[in-house]
């Protein structure tokens, strides 16, 4: 079946660039989406990538798929301590008619100072 | 331009009763989608709305229901509570149709259930 997966942590120091990391089962999916959780807060979408590109970017943010091996990783330069939170890779499915996303359990992402 | 409004966005009930949740989508969005978050399970996708009509179902039991209005607007049920039920329930609202599938999220409801 469908899976997402995301290593759990990232720690970081302030300045430095934060790669976060993703892996999807399915190679048909469309639209992979990275979304950030600061606490107490909903999700917030940062960026999403159509599957026939390779990267996009996004003043600070970059994202890379590779979808032979079904990899998509989010890089933030410069990360700041306001980019502390839980990011989340997500993905719809090719045989969904609707936007219902498949999340990862999400990397939290720890900015020291 | 507002963005999705849930409510109530804290809520405390007892075993057995049961729940009413609303979400006011994006002015112009068709879609309303519904997300369990939990510590253990994560972000796990309920159903979702579009048109009034349910157009896609995760695996949740069936005491979760939801329906749709004509103003896209969206409300979710849980009866009989179980503890385990207790979670943020997340509403994403989306234009729905065409390539354009970004979902944008409410608040959230916290539910404890006691």
């Known amino acids: 079946g469908e899976d997402v997966e995301q290593s759990l942590f990232l720690s970081v120091r302030e300045g430095d660039s934060s790669v976060i990391n993703c892996t999807y089962t399915?190679?048909?999916?469309?639209?992979l989406y990275w979304y950030k959780q600061e606490p107490g807060a909903g999700l917030q979408l940062l960026t999403y990538i159509f599957s026939n590109m390779d990267m996009k970017q996004d003043q600070r943010l970059t994202v890379l798929l590779n979808k032979k091996d079904k990899h998509l990783s989010l890089r933030i330069a410069d990360t700041q301590t306001g980019d502390s939170a839980i990011y989340f890779c997500a993905e719809i499915p090719f045989n969904q008619a609707g936007t219902a996303l498949i999340f990862g359990k999400g990397t939290t992402l720890s900015v020291s100072s | 331009k507002a963005g999705v409004t849930q409510t109530p966005r804290y809520l405390i009930k007892t075993r057995g009763q049961q729940v009413t949740l609303s979400c006011s989508p994006i002015?112009?969005?068709?879609?309303v989608s519904w997300y369990q978050q939990t510590p253990g399970q994560g972000l796990q996708f309920l159903f979702e709305y579009f048109s009034e009509t349910q157009r896609n179902k995760g695996n949740f039991p069936g005491r979760f229901s939801g329906r749709q209005f004509s103003n896209s607007r969206s409300e979710m049920n849980v009866s009989t509570l179980e503890l385990g039920d207790s979670a943020l329930y997340l509403c994403a609202s989306s234009l729905g149709t065409g390539e354009s599938t970004e979902a944008f999220f409410g608040q959230g409801t916290r539910l404890t259930v006691v």
């Open positions: 399915d190679s048909s999916s469309t639209y």
């Open positions: 002015s112009g969005h068709r879609s």
